[in-house]
């Protein structure tokens, strides 16, 4: 079984959490290992639209310069309307572990899709009501998944950047609360 091990850091602003990837990419951690997650639209806003551009999602809309940017340094992107969170924007593995909850009908008790997904990459029950609040009330979060060693120069990276929370997630703990 392999290790899951993260960190989610949670930011009040899309800026903030740019802030936080680029001092991640400039501190050589591995782009592939990190996701972003944060709200598509609000009801006031008019969106004019989503297209592909070979492997890149484009997004038209007041925050569609940020999602590209966010969309140019991570891997794999995706739009999805879920219920009770309602648009959703994301980048990174956390793709896959949605879409694999998607597609495996994995939806845990009542837990959204998303939820579902956080769960897979090793993320606890209690936690994602959290932060699925926090997307709620238009905050991002921002994931970083790896060895115990490489979440924890994340999370010393990321703490730096002034996020509103910023919590470790490790297997062992996982295991140790299963107790």
């Given at each position: 079984m392999t290790d899951?091990?993260?960190?989610?850091a949670i930011y009040a602003t899309h800026l903030d959490a740019e802030q936080g990837v680029k001092e991640l990419?400039?501190?050589g951690v591995d782009m592939h290992a990190?996701?972003?997650i944060g709200k598509g639209t609000h009801t006031d806003?008019?969106?004019v639209g989503y297209y592909n551009t070979g492997d890149?999602?484009?997004y038209w809309g007041a925050t569609g310069a940020v999602w590209g940017g966010f969309w140019g340094m991570l891997f794999g992107s995706a739009f999805f309307a879920i219920p009770g969170l309602g648009p959703i924007l994301a980048a990174g593995p956390i793709v896959a572990w949605i879409v694999g909850a998607l597609e495996g009908a994995a939806i845990l008790g009542g837990m959204s899709a998303l939820g579902a997904g956080l769960v897979g990459m090793g993320i606890p029950k209690d936690s994602v009501i959290e932060y699925e609040?926090?997307?709620k009330t238009d905050k991002y979060l921002l994931l970083v998944n790896g060895t115990a060693a490489e979440v924890d120069t994340a999370r010393s990276i990321l703490e730096k950047t002034s996020p509103l929370n910023a919590r470790?997630?490790?297997s062992q703990m996982a295991a140790a609360g299963a107790r």
């Open positions: 899951k091990n993260a960190i989610v990419e400039r501190a990190l996701s972003i806003e008019h969106v890149r999602m484009k609040l926090a997307l470790v997630h490790t």
